[in-house]
């Protein structure tokens, strides 16, 4: 049989309530001039609370604007095309990285116009007015209100008519960038015409009292928003900010602003950008009494709420302060590491959830602690078999040098040469834990490589590093482990050898303008045609697997460059059939090479 359950928040409730309107009935006629303050503290309270809801759905839409606008200033692609003199080759890729940041925005709709120009030949434009316009060209910018000698801090200072804009609203608010390129001097600007409804939509649940009105102030300057629109307000903001008025209403966000407006009282809340604020006239606060009637059914109640008070923190104790205790003594005996579940604190009732909780907490815990103990026993065991295989490197590079040795003793230099370049490339193979390396060091795993394949093929072949623009590009610059030897490998197999004779590779290290490092890898080979170079370096599909141009990895090579460094590195292939091939690796500069540069 199901057990009656008896809600302890009921009983609180019902005997507060209880409390509450005896107390509401013995304070009334007794407080009306603290309740006429109260009135007029929650007037202005509710409406700072307004205030700050409207700023806040405010500020995140002004805060995308400004980051759309930046993110213009910033973006390479943008900036390409902004400051490149073969602006027409760019005509796509800036039209596709445009529109694809315009889409993603929140404020999208809100978003007339989205323009990033040079003034002169480069012209872009996205938003809801472009088909609602008139053409837009570089001739007629400087007709765009706030366009003409604007700066970053004009953003957000007026309101103005679009007269492009032939359709639909044309209220909009500028949001400016300037942008420059330092090295030609040459600037550009990034212009966004906000539509007055992202103002108004934001605010369109605000509760507004009857005698009240809603501003949205810009720099300075008031705008009435009435009827679902922004218009510019011809009053007077005295005091902004009065702190006697803050002083007064005891707002609770020191971020909010008191001051008059036509000799009325107003609040005011920032949005976080400088200059831009969510504002609303306070109405006035109305309190009507009758406290000399009430003066003696309020003395009655007093005393009432004496007796029944002390009835109440009889039955609270009864009800709360003994399980309260009860729960606190089986968390002090947790807290001494006693974890053993007391069903004693299993109540039916609410705090008996909370005995519940805690019991199974304490289930939980000492679960915990057992798979703790298992994990340990586990990782001891783990850490045992890692040392046991490393029993198995070690016996390898202890047979190579027992190899090398005889070599040695019996006079075969070659052999003890090969086997010690393999016995290096072992080890770096198994211990390099570093995904990426100095450039030295690829050299010296690269040179390892080759030592053997040099006696393979009799000394046919020859390898040198013929041109190193600077040595610290050796030590500084970074590169993946095992990029080179694929693709010296790919020379030697794919390149000379088909050609039947003696064959050269050449390696030659600099920089380009840009200070990117290119490794330049030539050989005289029998070379490829351009469409063998240019599926190279393509993901092969199952039928090229077997292509002989293709099983050395160069697309593997050339896919880790890029998840390294990014899309603009890689591998770069010249190559002309029977003349040789000649594979360019691009590296980032480090931040010393950067340095070097400026």
């Given at each position: 049989?199901?057990?009656?359950?008896?809600?302890?928040?009921?009983?609180?409730?019902?005997?507060?309530?209880?409390?509450?309107?005896?107390?509401?009935?013995?304070?009334?006629g007794a407080?009306?001039?603290?309740?006429y303050?109260?009135t007029?503290?929650s007037?202005?309270?509710?409406?700072?609370?307004?205030?700050?809801?409207?700023?806040?759905?405010?500020?995140?839409?002004?805060?995308e604007?400004?980051s759309?606008?930046?993110?213009?200033?910033?973006?390479?692609?943008?900036?390409?095309?902004l400051?490149?003199s073969?602006?027409?080759?760019?005509?796509?890729?800036?039209?596709?990285?445009?529109?694809?940041?315009?889409?993603?925005?929140?404020?999208?709709?809100?978003?007339?116009?989205?323009i990033?120009?040079?003034?002169?030949?480069?012209?872009?434009?996205?938003?809801?007015?472009?088909?609602?316009s008139?053409?837009?060209?570089?001739?007629?910018?400087?007709?765009?209100?706030?366009?003409?000698?604007?700066?970053?801090?004009?953003s957000?200072?007026i309101?103005a008519?679009?007269?492009?804009?032939?359709?639909?609203s044309?209220?909009?608010?500028?949001?400016?960038?300037?942008?420059?390129n330092?090295?030609?001097n040459?600037?550009?600007?990034?212009?966004?015409?906000v539509?007055?409804?992202?103002i108004?939509?934001?605010v369109?649940?605000y509760?507004?009292?009857?005698?009240?009105?809603?501003y949205?102030?810009?720099?300075?300057?008031?705008?009435?928003?009435?009827?679902?629109?922004?218009i510019?307000?011809?009053?007077?903001?005295?005091?902004?900010?009065?702190?006697?008025?803050?002083?007064?209403?005891?707002l609770?966000?020191?971020r909010?602003?008191?001051?008059?407006?036509?000799g009325?009282?107003?609040?005011?809340?920032p949005?976080?950008s400088?200059?831009?604020y969510?504002?609303?006239?306070?109405?006035?606060?109305?309190?009507?009494?009758?406290?000399?009637?009430?003066?003696?059914?309020?003395t009655?109640?007093?005393?009432?709420?004496?007796?029944?008070?002390?009835?109440?923190g009889?039955?609270?104790?009864?009800?709360?302060?003994?399980?309260v205790?009860?729960?606190?003594?089986?968390l002090?005996?947790i807290?001494?590491?006693?974890?053993?579940?007391?069903?004693?604190?299993e109540?039916?009732?609410?705090?008996?959830d909370?005995?519940?909780?805690i019991?199974?907490?304490?289930?939980?815990?000492?679960?915990l602690?057992?798979?703790?103990?298992?994990?340990?026993?586990q990782?001891?065991?783990?850490e045992?078999?890692?040392?046991?295989?490393?029993?198995n490197?070690?016996?390898?590079?202890?047979?190579?040098?027992?190899?090398?040795?005889?070599?040695?003793?019996?006079?075969?230099?070659?052999?003890?040469?090969?086997?010690?370049?393999?016995?290096?490339?072992?080890?770096s193979v198994?211990k390099?834990?570093?995904?990426?390396?100095?450039l030295?060091e690829?050299?010296?795993?690269?040179?390892?490589?080759?030592?053997?394949q040099?006696?393979?093929?009799g000394?046919?072949?020859?390898?040198?590093?013929?041109?190193?623009?600077?040595?610290?590009?050796c030590?500084?610059?970074?590169?993946?482990?095992?990029?080179l030897?694929?693709?010296?490998?790919?020379?030697i197999?794919?390149?000379?050898?088909?050609?039947?004779?003696?064959?050269n590779i050449?390696?030659?290290?600099?920089?380009d303008?840009?200070?990117?490092?290119?490794?330049?890898?030539?050989?005289?080979?029998?070379?490829?045609?351009?469409?063998?170079a240019a599926?190279?370096?393509?993901?092969?599909?199952?039928?090229?697997?077997?292509?002989?141009?293709?099983?050395?990895?160069?697309?593997?090579?050339?896919?880790?460059?890029?998840?390294?460094?990014?899309?603009?590195?890689?591998?770069?292939?010249?190559?002309?059939?029977?003349?040789g091939?000649?594979?360019?690796?691009?590296?980032?500069p480090?931040?010393?090479?950067?340095?070097?540069?400026?």
């Open positions: 049989m199901h057990k009656l359950r008896h809600s302890i928040q009921a009983r609180v409730i019902l005997l507060v309530m209880a409390f509450t309107a005896l107390i509401a009935l013995a304070v009334c407080s009306v001039a603290a309740l303050k109260s007029v503290r007037t202005a309270q509710s409406a700072e609370y307004n205030l700050q809801i409207a700023a806040g759905r405010l500020r995140q839409d002004v805060e604007i400004d759309l606008a930046d993110w213009a200033t910033v973006n390479s692609t943008v900036r390409n095309y400051f490149s073969y602006q027409r080759t760019q005509i796509l890729d800036i039209y596709n990285t445009i529109l694809s940041k315009y889409s993603s925005q929140h404020t999208a709709r809100y978003i007339r116009r989205f990033i120009t040079n003034c002169e030949t480069g012209l872009m434009q996205q938003g809801t007015a472009v088909s609602q008139m053409a837009l060209s570089v001739e007629n910018l400087n007709e765009l209100p706030g366009f003409e000698d604007a700066q970053d801090s004009d957000w200072t309101l008519e679009d007269p492009l804009i032939t359709v639909g044309a209220s909009v608010i500028p949001v400016i960038r300037n942008t420059k330092f090295t030609t040459q600037t550009a600007r990034v212009y966004i015409a539509s007055s409804a992202l108004t939509d934001a369109q649940d509760t507004l009292p009857e005698d009240a009105a809603l949205f102030i810009m720099d300075g300057r008031p705008y009435r928003i009435d009827g679902g629109a922004m510019s307000a011809d009053v007077e903001l005295t005091d902004f900010p009065d702190a006697a008025l803050e002083k007064q209403y005891d609770l966000d020191n909010t602003v008191a001051f008059q407006v036509n009325e009282n107003a609040l005011a809340y949005l976080g400088s200059g831009l969510v504002a609303q006239t306070l109405p006035k606060a109305m309190v009507t009494s009758q406290l000399p009637a009430m003066m003696l059914p309020l009655a109640a007093f005393c009432m709420i004496l007796l029944l008070g002390l009835l109440l009889l039955l609270l104790r009864q009800m709360i302060s003994v399980p205790q009860a729960l606190q003594d089986q002090r005996r807290g001494q590491g006693d974890f053993t579940p007391n069903p004693a604190i109540w039916d009732n609410e705090m008996g909370i005995g519940r909780g019991n199974g907490l304490s289930r939980s815990v000492t679960g602690m057992e798979h703790r103990l298992e994990d340990e026993r990782k001891k065991d783990l045992y078999r890692m040392l046991q295989n490393q029993i490197p070690h016996f390898i590079y202890n047979t190579l040098n027992s190899i090398k040795w005889m070599a040695t003793i019996q006079h075969a230099p070659g052999i003890a040469e090969m086997t010690m370049a393999l016995s290096r490339l072992l080890k198994s390099g834990n570093e995904r990426l390396v100095p030295q690829e050299f010296a795993l690269l040179n390892d490589y080759f030592t053997i040099q006696y393979r093929y000394g046919t072949i020859t390898m040198d590093v013929t041109y190193i623009e600077d040595e610290r590009l030590r500084d610059c970074m590169i993946p482990r095992f990029t030897q694929p693709l010296v490998e790919n020379a197999f794919h390149g000379i050898e088909p050609k039947g004779c003696a064959g050449e390696i030659l290290v600099l920089r303008a840009t200070g990117d490092v290119l490794i330049d890898l030539k050989d005289d080979g029998v070379g490829m045609s351009p469409e063998q599926k190279a370096l393509s993901e092969p599909g199952p039928e090229e697997a077997s292509a002989k141009f293709r099983h050395v990895g160069m697309w593997n090579v050339h896919r880790r460059l890029q998840y390294s460094f990014g899309e603009g590195y890689g591998l770069s292939i010249r190559s002309e059939p029977g003349k091939t000649v594979v360019t690796v691009r590296l980032p480090t931040e010393s090479q950067k340095g070097g540069n400026s």
